[in-house]
């Protein structure tokens, strides 16, 4: 019998130093620094693919100040976010409620919300 996997989803966020004494005009200046990143556990997906699109989509953000991308997907063990110690916990993303999580951008809020409010 297979067993039940989840997604564990890989990002690396940078910051673009350039911007910092950037005055707003013609293009920023670009000195990126990778920063870290993390890691989101998508529990429940229909395949890494969806797992993968969600987090690149939904969380990942891009501007000329910042950038988190994704970086790696692999399924893992539906049991993984307990069997690590608390300071390599990923995110854990249960996918039924995927629109609900606090990690989403707040541009992708918005729009959810606007189609919420469309529906109802």
């Known amino acids: 019998m297979k067993s039940l996997i989840a997604s564990l989803i890989t990002t690396q966020y940078r910051e673009n130093y350039g911007a910092h004494d950037w005055d707003g ?16 556990m998508i529990k ?15 969380i990942c953000d891009r ?6 991308y994704v970086v790696n997907a692999v399924d893992c ?10 300071h390599m916990m990923p995110v854990v993303i249960e996918w039924d409620n995927r629109f609900e999580c606090p990690e989403i951008k707040s541009s992708m809020k918005e729009a959810i919300q606007e189609i919420q409010d469309a529906t109802e």
């Open 77 to 86: 063990d539906i049991m993984y976010d307990q069997r690590m110690p608390e």
């Open 63 to 68: 501007n000329d100040y910042s950038d988190e």
């Open 44 to 58: 429940g997906a229909p395949s890494i693919m969806d797992a993968e699109h969600f987090v690149d989509h939904y």
């Open 25 to 40: 005009k013609g293009e920023c200046p670009q000195y990126w620094k990778n920063k870290g990143g993390y890691d989101y």
